[in-house]
């Protein structure tokens, strides 16, 4: 079991293109699966991250916020100017634009917390990155929307802070309450713990993928190139920055992690929301909802591959 559980982690990057396309393909599939069931999920992953993490993680990420500073200014520098870049580089149209931008310009995705933990990163650190750039975003988001698009949004920031509290801080904290309580079955969980993240973010991504099909079939190959390019600069920026910063190896994946991958469902939901009018500009979000991961996987593949100790 244990051999069948490294498996599906190792090749956990196929597993999800896989699902994605047979979601592209056939995503009647998925069409009895709400996409409300996701962040439930992510929750399921979460709870198995506290189960591997101490106090002591915690203590480490809040008696070092440089680390925490650092990685958020990254996120809301880096991703916000790529977008508008990347969107006068390919003259996108005024509702693709404002989808790029609502995505550069959103907080750290939950998702890059599992990833995260996938690729041997700091984990606490990453939660930390992503809870303080949630927090900042009901200003952030607002102001870096309107001074690179040049239109006003609101963020919900109710909303967000019950998301990261329900998604993210309450299932770790009861995963560290299991650990505490039931240390030797918490120890022994650990093995089958990827695998599980694994098989949730390939479903996550089917489910995602087969809500939006008929959004990615229109959005056109050039919408793709350019979240494509916008993820893959934001995650090689990020890793610079950490390395600039003389962060470890593992501060440097989590950093990179965490400015590549953003909560580009807060940004579907933002286009939708006050851009009723450009419909259009929910594509971009559902595109790198569904890009993120998959990149995200073989990133957690190539930062734990043997043959990069360094990186």
Known sequence: MKRLCKLIADY?????????ALAL?????????????INPMLGVIMFGMGLTLKLDDFRVVFSRPRDVATGCLAQF?????????LARLFALDEALTVGVVLVGCSPGG??????????????????GMTATSTLLAPVATPLLVWLLAGKTVEVNVLGMLQSILWVVIIPIVVG??????????????????????????????AIIIAANA????????????????????????GYAIGRLSGMNSAKRRTVSIEVGMQNSGLASSLA???FASYPLATVPGAVFSVWHNLSGAFVAHLYTKKTMPNV
Request: charged content about 10%.
């Open 12 to 20: 956990m990057g196929l597993l999800v293109l896989l699902s994605a």
């Open 25 to 37: 393909w056939q995503p009647e599939v998925f069409s009895h699966v709400k996409p409300t069931i």
């Open 77 to 85: 520098t880096v991703m916000p100017l790529l977008a508008w870049v």
């Open 110 to 127: 939950t998702a890059s917390n599992v990833i995260t933990y996938l690729a041997k990163g700091d984990v606490a650190l990453s939660v």
């Open 176 to 205: 560290l309450a299991v650990k505490r309580l039931w240390p030797r079955q918490a120890e022994r969980s650990t093995a089958y713990l990827p695998a599980l993240s694994s098989i949730v973010i390939c479903t996550i991504v």
């Open 214 to 237: 008929q959004k990615l079939l229109t959005g056109g190959l050039v919408i793709m190139l350019v979240v494509i390019l916008h993820n893959l600069c934001g995650l090689g920026l």
């Open 272 to 274: 939708t929301l006050h």
